[in-house]
């Protein structure tokens, strides 16, 4: 009786490529990665507020050449003029990364990024140093007013 032969285990992502190829090719991108890549070919000041959405490409038209595509950019609201001003600057990256001019124009979309940086948690103070700023703030009578420059105090004395 003869042994199995060893077993090799596939990447996932080489099991999924197929399911990740469809999604990707319906948003109009050729290939996933400009946006598994984005940070690297927009730079990391242009990727933590904006991320490619789509890529809309015009109806060809027979006998012409074919036309430049636009790419559509999720950005985050008050930033997307900042993301507008730098758009020659995004073209250049995403043309250098394809190889040729495949993007004609870029297309805001204010809206908020699908991932997001994980934020800090905000440290509360310790009960001792909220209790003596407390003790310092009787002449206020708002008890919520006193609760809140006292949580202040602690922080700015903890800092």
Known sequence: ????????????????????????????????????RWAEIAGEDIAAYAEPLKIQWPRPVEGQPQEPATLILRVEGPR???????????????NRFFGWSAIGKIALRQAPLSRRAERKAI?????????????????????????????????????
């Open 1 to 36: 009786m003869s042994k199995p032969g060893p077993l090799f285990a596939k990447p996932l992502s080489a099991l999924l490529a197929g399911v990740f190829s469809d999604a990707f090719a319906k948003q109009g991108f050729a290939s996933r990665e400009l946006v598994t």
């Open 80 to 94: 997307a003029l900042e993301i507008q001003h730098s758009s020659t600057v995004i073209l250049e990256r995403v």
């Open 123 to 159: 440290r509360t103070p310790d009960a001792a140093a909220l209790a003596k700023e407390t003790e310092k703030l009787g002449a206020v009578d708002d008890s919520g007013l006193r609760a809140a420059l006292a949580r202040l105090g602690a922080t700015i004395k903890r800092n």
